[in-house]
């Protein structure tokens, strides 16, 4: 699979979150954002 959307992908949901003012827990060693990247390209592999 060709995996070049992935990065204009999480551009786009950091941006959007950002926008949205969402704050993601101190704690955290990753972005939510970087979950949520992931988490769309699982749901494009497994439908």
Do not use: N, Q, Y
Not at 24 to 47: F, M, N, Q, W, Y
Request: overall charge negative; aromatic content about 4%; glycine content about 8%.
């Amino acid at each position: 699979m060709d995996a070049t959307w992935m990065i204009p992908a999480f551009v786009v949901i950091d941006t959007l979150m950002e926008r949205l003012g969402h704050h993601g827990d101190v704690r955290a060693h990753v972005p939510d954002s970087e979950i949520l990247t992931i988490k769309v390209r699982g749901c494009e592999c497994c439908g």
